[in-house]
């Protein structure tokens, strides 16, 4: 079946107002700040509502400017500094001055001249997987009235860069612009979305590829670490250490030194039992809880619902708990990790699933040292 079709740009105006009108009840916490993005490789996005601007890495100075959630400013590169208050060190440098690295994701802006106007070959009539490959783009609800306690909160619905959306129609509006409608395999609410096409890179087979394939599934192990200060993850070939990654892990303690289980990243040794190219996760209480689309690669591992996980609403890796129990890692990281470890996943599947103990599974190990 041939998913190229054409839309009137008008019955998009239409959508997008339906969409708009039923958040209209709640104010926006997320203002658009900018239609366009520098023009620099690399880029940084806030990711936390305000971040102080600093003429030296070092928040002892007096702060020289603020930058607000979804600025979007070039990333000249990053820098060793001092915040004494917290672990991470690191600095990015930009145009408007230095900025503690966890505030900002790493972006770049890399729109596809040429988007899909209907399924590549490989896809059939069944749908792809695509990558946001901007800093971030705005959706339009396909379906209204909202679902996702996301919407229902009055928060304009964004995806960022590296999130990763099934499509399952291809559209194109009066002006030969390609639009992609987006849904979502697992977890969703039932949302449905439209956003253009060029703010998406293709997925291919080949991108998801096994890597070491040929490794024994016995030879390979995870390790990951979750001291505080000291958090990490390692895959092992046999004794050799073939990638290694910071990650935020979940372990948090009381006053008393009491871990509160409900965010603690579990220790002991486990397996990768459930794996997905996407999922929709939410959970926790109403108005403290989260709301997540399009999480990318998740690897799960341990229960309830620990995965390994690409992460883009913060950039604080390597000794701060910043997670629910999950390991939070770089989008990079996470693809490394899937695509590594068994079992692996087909492109047009919805997930694998495996109990462990199995020999078919990659082991992890969650230590603290």
């Known amino acids: 079946m041939d998913k190229k079709s ?18 209209a009840l709640a104010p926006r916490r997320r203002p658009v700040l900018q239609t366009g993005f520098p023009d620099a490789e690399r880029l940084a996005r806030v990711v936390v509502g ?6 030296r890495p070092n928040i002892n100075t007096s702060p020289t400017g603020i930058l607000y959630e979804d600025q979007v400013v070039p990333f000249l590169r990053e820098v060793v500094g001092t915040n004494p208050f917290r672990f991470v060190q690191r600095f990015v440098e930009t145009p408007e001055g230095y900025i503690w690295s966890p505030n900002v994701q790493m972006t770049r802006n890399r729109p596809d001249p040429a988007p899909m106007t209907r399924f590549p070959d490989f896809a059939d009539s069944q749908g792809f997987w695509a990558e946001v490959s901007v800093p971030y783009v705005d959706l339009v609800l396909a379906n209204p009235p909202v ?11 964004r995806l960022y860069y590296q999130q990763v959306m099934w499509v399952d129609e291809v559209s194109l509006d009066e002006e030969d ?14 949302d449905i979305f439209w956003a253009p096409g060029e703010a998406f890179r ?11 394939p040929d490794v024994p599934v016995a030879q390979k192990k995870i390790v ?11 895959c092992f070939e046999g004794n050799d250490e073939v990638y290694f990654c910071r990650i935020s892990a979940g372990r948090r303690a009381d006053e008393e030194g009491n871990t509160q289980e409900k965010s603690a990243t579990p220790m002991g040794t486990f397996g990768t039992s459930w794996k997905l190219h996407s999922i929709h996760m939410s959970g926790g209480a109403s108005g403290v809880g989260w709301d997540l689309i399009g999480v990318a690669w998740p690897t799960f591992f341990a229960t309830p619902g620990i995965a390994i996980h690409s992460t883009f609403w913060h950039a604080n890796f390597g000794g701060e708990y910043m997670s629910r129990g999950c390991v939070n890692v770089l989008a990079e990281d ?9 079992p692996m996943v087909p492109y047009h599947a919805i997930e694998v699933r495996e109990n462990w103990p199995s020999d078919n599974l990659t082991r992890v190990e969650v230590i603290e040292f």
Do not use: H
């Open 6 to 23: 054409l839309i009137n740009r008008r019955e998009f105006l239409k959508l997008g107002a339906l969409g708009a009108g039923a958040l």
């Open 50 to 55: 305000a971040t102080d601007v600093y003429a």
């Open 177 to 190: 612009r390609a639009w992609y409608r987006l849904n979502e395999r697992s977890g969703s609410y039932g």
């Open 224 to 234: 990951i670490n979750i001291a505080e200060d000291v958090q990490t993850l390692s």
């Open 202 to 212: 293709l997925i291919t087979p080949e991108d998801i590829t096994p890597i070491s």
């Open 334 to 342: 996470a693809k490394f990790i899937w695509r590594w470890s068994t």
């Open 147 to 157: 679902r996702s306690p996301a919407f229902r909160s009055g928060v304009l619905q």
